[in-house]
Protein backbone atom coordinates (compact mmCIF):
# COMPACT_ATOMS: atom_id res chain seq x y z
CA UNK A 1 0.00 0.00 0.00
CA UNK A 2 1.21 3.50 -0.43
CA UNK A 3 2.29 5.91 2.72
CA UNK A 4 -1.09 7.36 1.60
CA UNK A 5 -3.67 4.56 1.72
CA UNK A 6 -2.07 2.95 4.68
CA UNK A 7 -2.85 5.94 6.63
CA UNK A 8 -6.03 6.11 5.63
CA UNK A 9 -6.64 2.39 6.49
CA UNK A 10 -5.05 2.91 9.46
CA UNK A 11 -7.41 5.87 10.57
CA UNK A 12 -10.23 3.21 10.04
CA UNK A 13 -9.02 1.69 13.67
CA UNK A 14 -8.40 -1.69 13.84
CA UNK A 15 -11.98 -3.12 15.03
CA UNK A 16 -14.92 -4.39 12.84
CA UNK A 17 -17.04 -1.63 13.33
CA UNK A 18 -19.77 -0.44 10.49
CA UNK A 19 -17.54 3.12 9.83
CA UNK A 20 -14.40 1.01 9.51
CA UNK A 21 -16.34 -1.79 7.60
CA UNK A 22 -18.25 0.71 5.06
CA UNK A 23 -15.27 2.89 4.69
CA UNK A 24 -13.05 0.54 3.46
CA UNK A 25 -15.19 -1.30 1.20
CA UNK A 26 -15.88 2.53 -0.25
CA UNK A 27 -12.82 3.59 -0.60
CA UNK A 28 -11.64 0.05 -1.89
CA UNK A 29 -14.21 0.68 -4.82
CA UNK A 30 -13.29 4.06 -5.78
CA UNK A 31 -9.57 1.84 -6.43
CA UNK A 32 -10.64 -0.93 -8.26
CA UNK A 33 -10.24 -1.23 -11.96
CA UNK A 34 -13.08 -3.06 -13.02
CA UNK A 35 -14.05 -6.13 -14.56
CA UNK A 36 -12.06 -7.08 -17.71
CA UNK A 37 -13.37 -6.69 -21.21
CA UNK A 38 -12.54 -10.19 -21.67
CA UNK A 39 -13.69 -12.17 -18.67
CA UNK A 40 -16.94 -13.76 -19.33
CA UNK A 41 -18.94 -14.94 -16.20
CA UNK A 42 -21.93 -17.21 -15.79
CA UNK A 43 -23.37 -16.78 -12.53
CA UNK A 44 -25.59 -18.45 -9.85
CA UNK A 45 -24.71 -22.12 -10.90
CA UNK A 46 -26.56 -24.49 -7.89
CA UNK A 47 -24.14 -26.96 -6.21
CA UNK A 48 -26.31 -27.77 -3.20
CA UNK A 49 -30.04 -27.69 -2.12
CA UNK A 50 -29.73 -24.45 -0.35
CA UNK A 51 -30.80 -21.20 -2.35
CA UNK A 52 -27.33 -20.03 -0.89
CA UNK A 53 -25.34 -23.27 -2.25
CA UNK A 54 -24.38 -20.88 -5.44
CA UNK A 55 -21.64 -20.17 -7.51
CA UNK A 56 -20.02 -17.76 -10.36
CA UNK A 57 -17.07 -19.55 -12.98
CA UNK A 58 -15.01 -16.55 -14.31
CA UNK A 59 -13.08 -17.19 -17.69
CA UNK A 60 -11.24 -15.45 -20.39
CA UNK A 61 -10.71 -17.11 -24.14
CA UNK A 62 -11.42 -21.24 -24.18
CA UNK A 63 -9.40 -22.78 -21.20
CA UNK A 64 -8.52 -26.31 -21.24
CA UNK A 65 -7.00 -28.12 -18.34
CA UNK A 66 -6.52 -25.20 -16.25
CA UNK A 67 -6.31 -24.33 -12.81
CA UNK A 68 -9.38 -23.86 -10.50
CA UNK A 69 -9.11 -20.90 -7.87
CA UNK A 70 -12.02 -20.55 -6.06
CA UNK A 71 -12.93 -17.96 -3.30
CA UNK A 72 -15.29 -18.04 -0.50
CA UNK A 73 -16.08 -14.68 1.27
CA UNK A 74 -15.99 -13.29 4.64
CA UNK A 75 -18.93 -11.78 6.70
CA UNK A 76 -18.77 -13.01 10.09
CA UNK A 77 -20.57 -16.34 9.50
CA UNK A 78 -24.06 -14.43 9.24
CA UNK A 79 -24.21 -12.11 6.01
CA UNK A 80 -22.06 -11.36 2.64
CA UNK A 81 -22.26 -12.88 -0.63
CA UNK A 82 -20.15 -13.62 -3.81
CA UNK A 83 -21.63 -10.42 -6.00
CA UNK A 84 -23.61 -7.54 -4.81
CA UNK A 85 -24.86 -5.38 -8.09
CA UNK A 86 -23.45 -2.31 -7.96
CA UNK A 87 -20.36 -3.50 -6.33
CA UNK A 88 -16.79 -4.95 -7.42
CA UNK A 89 -16.99 -7.14 -4.48
CA UNK A 90 -16.49 -10.13 -4.92
CA UNK A 91 -16.34 -10.70 -8.35
CA UNK A 92 -12.82 -8.83 -8.24
CA UNK A 93 -11.47 -12.36 -7.30
CA UNK A 94 -13.07 -14.62 -10.00
CA UNK A 95 -11.56 -11.63 -12.94
CA UNK A 96 -8.34 -11.86 -10.96
CA UNK A 97 -8.31 -15.73 -11.81
CA UNK A 98 -9.79 -15.30 -15.15
CA UNK A 99 -6.70 -12.68 -16.24
CA UNK A 100 -4.27 -15.21 -14.96
CA UNK A 101 -5.59 -17.79 -17.22
CA UNK A 102 -7.55 -19.86 -14.42
CA UNK A 103 -10.85 -20.86 -14.02
CA UNK A 104 -12.14 -18.48 -11.69
CA UNK A 105 -14.84 -19.82 -9.14
CA UNK A 106 -16.59 -17.48 -6.44
CA UNK A 107 -19.10 -18.85 -3.86
CA UNK A 108 -21.95 -18.57 -1.47
CA UNK A 109 -22.96 -20.49 1.46
CA UNK A 110 -25.29 -21.07 4.16
CA UNK A 111 -25.40 -18.17 7.05
CA UNK A 112 -25.79 -18.40 11.00
CA UNK A 113 -27.48 -18.47 13.29
CA UNK A 114 -30.24 -20.75 10.96
CA UNK A 115 -27.14 -22.51 9.86
CA UNK A 116 -24.17 -23.82 12.93
CA UNK A 117 -21.03 -25.27 12.60
CA UNK A 118 -20.21 -28.12 10.33
CA UNK A 119 -22.59 -25.99 8.10
CA UNK A 120 -19.62 -24.39 6.13
CA UNK A 121 -17.43 -27.64 5.83
CA UNK A 122 -19.99 -29.48 4.66
CA UNK A 123 -20.99 -26.63 2.06
CA UNK A 124 -17.41 -26.33 0.96
CA UNK A 125 -17.33 -30.39 0.52
CA UNK A 126 -20.35 -29.88 -2.00
CA UNK A 127 -19.10 -27.00 -3.88
CA UNK A 128 -15.56 -29.04 -4.15
CA UNK A 129 -17.96 -32.14 -5.30
CA UNK A 130 -19.74 -30.03 -7.86
CA UNK A 131 -16.64 -28.65 -9.02
CA UNK A 132 -14.92 -31.94 -9.57
CA UNK A 133 -17.74 -33.37 -11.83
CA UNK A 134 -17.88 -30.18 -13.68
CA UNK A 135 -15.41 -27.87 -13.87
CA UNK A 136 -13.72 -29.69 -16.92
CA UNK A 137 -17.03 -28.68 -18.96
CA UNK A 138 -15.88 -24.93 -18.26
CA UNK A 139 -12.02 -25.35 -18.99
CA UNK A 140 -10.67 -26.22 -15.52
CA UNK A 141 -8.96 -28.67 -13.95
CA UNK A 142 -10.41 -30.74 -11.64
CA UNK A 143 -6.95 -31.92 -10.50
CA UNK A 144 -5.95 -28.64 -9.65
CA UNK A 145 -8.31 -26.81 -7.44
CA UNK A 146 -7.04 -23.98 -5.25
CA UNK A 147 -9.28 -22.90 -2.45
CA UNK A 148 -8.62 -19.14 -0.57
CA UNK A 149 -10.99 -17.72 1.74
CA UNK A 150 -11.08 -13.78 3.61
CA UNK A 151 -12.39 -13.77 7.80
CA UNK A 152 -15.08 -16.19 7.63
CA UNK A 153 -14.58 -17.81 4.50
CA UNK A 154 -10.59 -18.54 5.20
CA UNK A 155 -12.15 -20.54 8.64
CA UNK A 156 -14.64 -22.59 6.70
CA UNK A 157 -12.00 -23.20 4.11
CA UNK A 158 -9.52 -24.39 6.94
CA UNK A 159 -12.76 -26.59 8.13
CA UNK A 160 -13.17 -28.35 5.16
CA UNK A 161 -9.34 -29.31 5.08
CA UNK A 162 -9.15 -29.70 8.59
CA UNK A 163 -13.09 -31.74 9.16
CA UNK A 164 -13.09 -33.72 5.53
CA UNK A 165 -9.55 -34.02 5.21
CA UNK A 166 -10.50 -37.48 3.16
CA UNK A 167 -12.38 -35.55 1.07
CA UNK A 168 -10.27 -32.83 0.81
CA UNK A 169 -7.26 -35.05 -0.62
CA UNK A 170 -6.15 -33.55 -3.98
CA UNK A 171 -7.23 -30.04 -3.18
CA UNK A 172 -3.82 -28.03 -4.60
CA UNK A 173 -3.50 -25.54 -2.30
CA UNK A 174 -5.47 -23.03 0.19
CA UNK A 175 -5.11 -19.47 0.66
CA UNK A 176 -6.52 -18.38 4.29
CA UNK A 177 -6.47 -14.92 4.69
CA UNK A 178 -6.79 -13.67 8.64
CA UNK A 179 -9.12 -16.38 9.12
CA UNK A 180 -9.89 -18.13 13.35
CA UNK A 181 -8.37 -21.59 13.29
CA UNK A 182 -8.65 -22.12 17.00
CA UNK A 183 -12.30 -21.90 18.53
CA UNK A 184 -10.29 -22.87 22.15
CA UNK A 185 -8.61 -19.98 22.67
CA UNK A 186 -10.39 -17.44 19.99
CA UNK A 187 -12.27 -13.97 21.01
CA UNK A 188 -15.46 -14.82 22.08
CA UNK A 189 -18.13 -12.43 20.01
CA UNK A 190 -21.83 -12.26 18.74
CA UNK A 191 -20.70 -13.26 15.19
CA UNK A 192 -18.95 -16.53 16.57
CA UNK A 193 -21.78 -17.43 19.33
CA UNK A 194 -24.39 -17.53 16.12
CA UNK A 195 -22.03 -20.08 14.31
CA UNK A 196 -20.59 -22.55 17.01
CA UNK A 197 -23.19 -21.77 19.44
CA UNK A 198 -23.86 -19.88 22.69
CA UNK A 199 -22.35 -22.54 25.01
CA UNK A 200 -18.43 -22.13 24.48
CA UNK A 201 -17.66 -25.81 26.17
CA UNK A 202 -19.12 -27.05 22.61
CA UNK A 203 -16.68 -25.35 20.36
CA UNK A 204 -13.73 -27.29 20.85
CA UNK A 205 -15.10 -30.31 18.13
CA UNK A 206 -14.83 -26.92 15.59
CA UNK A 207 -11.56 -26.37 15.77
CA UNK A 208 -9.28 -26.49 12.82
CA UNK A 209 -6.15 -26.10 14.41
CA UNK A 210 -5.04 -29.91 14.92
CA UNK A 211 -6.62 -31.05 11.74
CA UNK A 212 -4.51 -28.23 9.48
CA UNK A 213 -1.60 -29.46 11.36
CA UNK A 214 -2.16 -33.34 10.05
CA UNK A 215 -2.96 -31.75 6.45
CA UNK A 216 -0.94 -32.38 3.44
CA UNK A 217 -2.30 -29.48 2.06
CA UNK A 218 -0.12 -26.89 0.82
CA UNK A 219 -1.35 -23.55 2.69
CA UNK A 220 -0.51 -19.86 2.26
CA UNK A 221 -1.65 -17.95 5.60
CA UNK A 222 -1.68 -14.26 5.61
CA UNK A 223 -2.62 -11.42 8.25
CA UNK A 224 -3.05 -7.50 7.91
CA UNK A 225 -1.23 -5.36 9.71
CA UNK A 226 -4.18 -3.66 11.25
CA UNK A 227 -6.06 -7.01 11.76
CA UNK A 228 -7.44 -7.05 15.31
CA UNK A 229 -5.60 -8.45 17.95
CA UNK A 230 -7.62 -11.60 17.65
CA UNK A 231 -6.37 -12.18 14.28
CA UNK A 232 -3.02 -11.43 14.98
CA UNK A 233 -3.09 -14.06 18.13
CA UNK A 234 -4.54 -16.80 15.67
CA UNK A 235 -1.63 -16.50 13.26
CA UNK A 236 1.04 -16.61 16.08
CA UNK A 237 -0.76 -19.51 17.24
CA UNK A 238 -0.38 -20.91 13.75
CA UNK A 239 2.94 -20.02 13.70
CA UNK A 240 4.41 -22.00 17.02
CA UNK A 241 1.92 -25.06 16.73
CA UNK A 242 2.72 -25.81 13.09
CA UNK A 243 6.99 -24.97 13.76
CA UNK A 244 6.33 -27.17 16.64
CA UNK A 245 4.62 -29.87 14.83
CA UNK A 246 6.19 -29.70 11.42
CA UNK A 247 9.61 -28.12 12.33
CA UNK A 248 9.07 -25.80 9.34
CA UNK A 249 7.78 -22.34 9.31
CA UNK A 250 4.67 -22.00 7.80
CA UNK A 251 3.80 -19.64 4.88
CA UNK A 252 2.30 -16.90 6.98
CA UNK A 253 2.41 -13.56 5.06
CA UNK A 254 2.38 -10.44 6.77
CA UNK A 255 0.43 -7.41 4.90
CA UNK A 256 1.49 -4.63 6.11
CA UNK A 257 -0.35 -1.34 5.13
CA UNK A 258 -3.91 -3.54 5.42
CA UNK A 259 -6.81 -4.10 7.46
CA UNK A 260 -9.07 -7.07 7.89
CA UNK A 261 -10.83 -6.51 4.26
CA UNK A 262 -8.20 -4.74 2.02
CA UNK A 263 -6.47 -7.47 1.13
CA UNK A 264 -9.01 -9.33 -0.65
CA UNK A 265 -10.34 -5.93 -1.80
CA UNK A 266 -7.47 -4.17 -3.46
CA UNK A 267 -7.35 -7.22 -5.69
CA UNK A 268 -8.20 -5.71 -9.28
CA UNK A 269 -6.93 -2.50 -8.17
CA UNK A 270 -3.20 -0.53 -8.86
CA UNK A 271 -2.40 -1.85 -5.48
CA UNK A 272 -1.03 -5.23 -6.79
CA UNK A 273 0.81 -6.64 -3.90
CA UNK A 274 -1.73 -9.21 -2.57
CA UNK A 275 -2.33 -10.15 -5.63
CA UNK A 276 0.91 -11.04 -6.54
CA UNK A 277 1.31 -12.59 -3.76
CA UNK A 278 -1.53 -14.75 -4.02
CA UNK A 279 -0.94 -16.00 -7.97
CA UNK A 280 2.45 -16.51 -6.74
CA UNK A 281 1.28 -19.30 -4.38
CA UNK A 282 -1.19 -20.57 -7.27
CA UNK A 283 1.49 -20.75 -9.73
CA UNK A 284 4.01 -22.89 -7.60
CA UNK A 285 0.62 -25.44 -6.41
CA UNK A 286 -0.70 -25.93 -9.58
CA UNK A 287 2.68 -25.75 -11.92
Known amino acids: MTPAI ?31 ADTKVVRDISYGPDERNRLDIFT ?12 VHGGGFVMGDKHTEGSPFYSNMGDFAARHGWVGVTITYRLAPDN ?12 VEWLRANVADH ?26 REHAEG ?10 YDTMTCEPNQFAEAYYGKDRKGWGPASCMA ?17 PDDFHQQAAQVVEQWTATKHRLPEMQYLSGHNHLSPALSIGSDQREVERMVAGFVGRVTG
Open 211 to 227: GLLASEVPIQFSVAEFD
Open 60 to 71: QGSPQGAPVFVF
Open 139 to 164: GGDPERIVLSGQSAGATHVAGYLAHR
Open 171 to 180: IAGAVLMSGI
Open 116 to 127: RFPSGPDDLMAA
Open 6 to 36: RKKLEAFGPNLTPDMLGGTQAMMAEMNNGMH
